[in-house]
């Protein structure tokens, strides 16, 4: 059984004068705020300064796209501000990072990957959508075939009676998204194209590919074998810990400066030592460009109705993050 999320104690002293002014919940969300900074910062300068307009920019900013998806996860599985307006100020941002509504990862994320809610079909992002024998196309493609089952997922759950507020949140991010890039568009049409909408895709995209990455092989239905570990500390710094996948699932409200602590305390003596990578950049070359098939998987697959659930989650911990229309409990989404 999981144990509830302890809240991170206030920032104190000149580290904490940041998160004060800003209003953060975490002294450590400065880093989350900056991230999505400087992806922004970086659009611009390529935008309208054209001696920005070179690779080692380009590279960056769409390095910093998928940061910026990153933050968008953390933010809603738990807030960053106090204020509600600012967490929904910092959806309408995140939402034009990325072009796509940040809200849409409460449904497809929130509670359809992590199973708290389903609508009869498998996980819209599960590795098996994709089953090319060359394994590099699994990966190149996997957006392409969960792109549109996650959106068209997203719909149905939308569709449901009682989820106007969700609707028109989603709604508003969509036109703020594509409204913003068209305006940049008809402004400036190929610089649009090239500096702007271009890292926004390579973000989302790859942000997409994140579950084929931390999922394929594993067993889905073990309370511990079920996600593959990054466990590089230079690369977890950046991720902003998201590579400790294993008690992100376990406990999805956690905030991320506490995961590294938790996955050495609770998760390393359970897991498959197998499923704790120690480098991703080594695993991606070892699994999609030093060899041609698919991995085996690692677990025997077993019956739908055997093992535990793995992401059972303690009732009072808040599980979709708190904004002006979809604050829910654990206990409310899971019951």
């Not at 969300?29 to 690779?55: K, S």
Request: proline share 7%; aromatic share 12%; with cysteine.
């Amino acid at each position: 059984m999981t144990t509830p999320a302890v809240a991170a104690p206030p920032a104190r002293g000149p580290a904490g004068v940041w998160p004060r002014l800003l209003g953060l919940r975490q002294g450590s969300d400065v880093r989350q705020v900056a991230t999505v900074a400087v992806y922004y910062a970086l659009l611009a300068a390529m935008y309208f300064v054209p001696a920005c307009r070179n690779v080692p920019v380009f590279v960056a900013a769409c390095a910093a796209s998928f940061l910026s998806a990153v933050v968008g996860h953390n933010a809603l599985h738990q807030s960053i501000f106090h204020a509600r307006w600012q967490n929904t100020a910092l959806r309408y941002l995140l939402s034009f990072g990325g072009l796509f509504p940040i809200s849409a990862v409460i449904p497809a994320h929130n509670l359809v990957h992590h199973h708290l809610e389903d609508d009869g079909q498998p996980d819209w992002a599960a590795p098996g959508h994709v089953r090319f024998k060359w394994n590099l196309l699994n990966l190149l493609h996997f957006p392409n075939v969960a792109g549109p089952l996650t959106f068209n997922g997203v719909q149905r759950w939308a569709a449901v009676r009682g989820r106007g507020p969700f609707r028109r949140q989603y709604t508003s991010e969509l036109v703020f998204a594509f409204g913003l890039t068209g305006l940049l568009l008809v402004r400036d049409f190929w610089t649009g194209l090239f500096f702007v909408v271009l890292p926004q895709l390579w973000g989302a995209r790859s942000f997409l590919r994140i579950n084929i990455i931390q999922h394929d092989g594993c067993d889905v239905r073990s309370e511990w074998n079920h996600s593959r570990n990054f466990v590089g500390k230079a690369f977890n710094w950046l991720m902003l810990n998201n590579g400790y996948h294993t008690i992100h699932h376990n406990q999805a409200g956690v905030h991320f400066e506490r995961l590294a602590e938790l996955h050495e305390r609770r998760v390393m003596p359970r897991i498959d030592p197998r499923l704790n990578e120690p480098s991703m950049v080594l695993y991606l070359a070892r699994t999609y460009l030093l060899r041609i098939s698919r991995p085996a998987p690692l677990f025997e697959a077993r019956d739908a109705g055997e093992g535990p659930r793995h992401d059972a989650v303690p009732a009072k911990e808040t599980w979709v993050a708190d904004g002006p229309d979809d604050a829910r409990r654990q206990d409310e989404v899971a019951a």
